[in-house]
């Protein structure tokens, strides 16, 4: 019922090769259409200053892939669904902000660093696992067996 109860301990490595502690927490229902709202705007100014060959060529790239696509019923083994299902995770993903995500879930960690300041300084690589570990928390999941069977009926 309450975000702020539902949390995530995950320990990772600082430069020096020590532990850090790291507690994410579930965002609240407005904190996620926060997020999600900021993306939609910088993908729409992003659209807005893009050329139209761009745009044409995203859109031609879109109809090339759900071409390719097949439609008949076609077994797969898990592998290949877990990765699909992990491809669609990481590109719901991408629908919200990253910074704003960071900044209301990444709650603390057993680091002299003060957040939410310092959460400007992480790598691409640790802000992008913090930002889908924490929407992992907060998005109702994606199971493979709904994706397989909706692929099939589709």
Not at 42 to 66: F, G, I, P, V, W
Not at 102 to 121: E, F, I, M, Q, T
Request: proline share 3%.
């Amino acid at each position: 019922m309450f975000s702020s109860k539902v949390q995530r301990t995950i320990t990772i490595q600082d430069d020096e090769g020590g532990d850090v502690t790291v507690i994410l927490q579930k965002l609240t229902d407005r904190k996620l259409r926060e997020a999600s709202d900021a993306q939609s705007l910088a993908y729409y100014a992003m659209t807005k200053t893009a050329s139209k060959a761009l745009l044409d060529a995203q859109r031609d790239s879109a109809k090339a892939t759900e071409a390719a696509t097949p439609k008949e019923a076609v077994t797969e083994d898990p592998d290949t669904i877990a990765a699909r299902v992990k491809a669609k995770h990481k590109a719901r993903c991408s629908g919200y902000d990253r910074d704003l995500v960071l900044r209301a879930g990444v709650k603390s960690w057993s680091v002299d660093a003060k957040l939410p300041g310092a959460l400007d300084d992480l790598d691409a690589t640790l802000a992008e696992r913090f930002h889908l570990e924490i929407l992992d928390l907060s998005l109702p999941a994606i199971d493979p067996e709904t994706e397989e069977t909706a692929r099939k009926n589709a």
